[in-house]
């Protein structure tokens, strides 16, 4: 079965920093292309960015470019997205999710979320 | 980025009536040289992480009720609950994967009438 957690998350005051970690497993995590999706309070799905297999091709929305940083570790089965100069509109929900064997895929699978918060 | 956008903002259906959304694209998502079109469909019910439903405009994911449907090619998409039940309940969203960012509609809240 496959699962996604997330952790990480929790309240960051405004100029801090967060890493958020996705933990797979039920998948050969190393064959799939990996996506950040957030969701803020009470709106829609936000993509984030996403990465390649084996890390060699990252694609960001252009405002978290420079801020957020997605990286992943093949041999530990984890996804991570390092988030500075958090802002009060970076609250929200954080899904980390599996694209496919290509860059150009859906999202089918999806974990529970962590909540970050950033308020002073 | 390719810009979704999505109608109407919400719907309520009596049960087993049919539910009709639709989403629109910025720029066409069909890519010539398969001819897929690159726009997915996702299920969002309450406190949950979304689901996902159709891929390649009308693709049914496994296991996903064939009262769920897709249509359309280019910049025109639509989902079709054929008959709605109570547990489609749920908020609707588009998202298209053709190029980044992967961008998402607003979403449709579907409800019981």
């Known amino acids: 079965e496959v699962q996604l957690v997330e952790s990480g998350g929790g309240l960051v005051q405004p100029g801090g920093s967060l890493r958020l970690s996705c933990a797979a497993s039920g998948f050969t995590f190393s064959s799939y292309w990996m996506s950040w999706v957030r969701q803020a309070p009470g709106k829609g799905l936000e993509w984030v960015a996403n990465?390649?297999?084996?890390?060699?091709?990252?694609y960001y929305v252009d405002s978290m470019k420079g801020r957020f940083t997605i990286s992943r570790d093949n041999a530990k089965n984890s996804l991570y997205l390092q988030m500075n100069s958090l802002r009060a509109e970076d609250t929200a929900v954080y899904y980390c999710?599996?694209?496919?064997?290509?860059?150009?895929?859906?999202?089918?699978?999806w974990g529970q979320g962590t909540l970050v918060t950033v308020s002073s | 980025d390719i810009v979704m956008t999505q109608s109407p903002d919400s719907l309520a259906v009596s049960l087993g009536e049919r539910a009709t959304i639709n989403c629109k694209s910025g720029?066409?998502?069909?890519?010539?040289?398969?001819?897929?079109?690159?726009l997915a469909w996702y299920q969002q019910k309450s406190g949950q992480p979304p689901k996902l439903l159709i891929y390649?405009?009308?693709t049914r994911e496994s296991g996903v009720p064939d009262r769920f449907s897709g249509s359309g090619s280019g910049t025109d998409f639509t989902l079709t609950i054929s008959s709605l039940q109570a547990e489609d309940v749920a908020v609707y969203y588009c998202q298209q994967y053709y190029s980044t960012p992967f961008t998402f509609g607003p979403g449709t809240k579907v409800d019981i009438k």
């Open positions: 999710a599996r694209g496919g064997s290509r860059a150009y895929y859906p999202l089918d699978y």
């Open positions: 720029q066409s998502v069909l890519y010539s040289s398969n001819n897929k079109n690159y």
């Open positions: 990465i390649k297999q084996d890390g060699s091709e990252k």
């Open positions: 390649w405009a009308s």
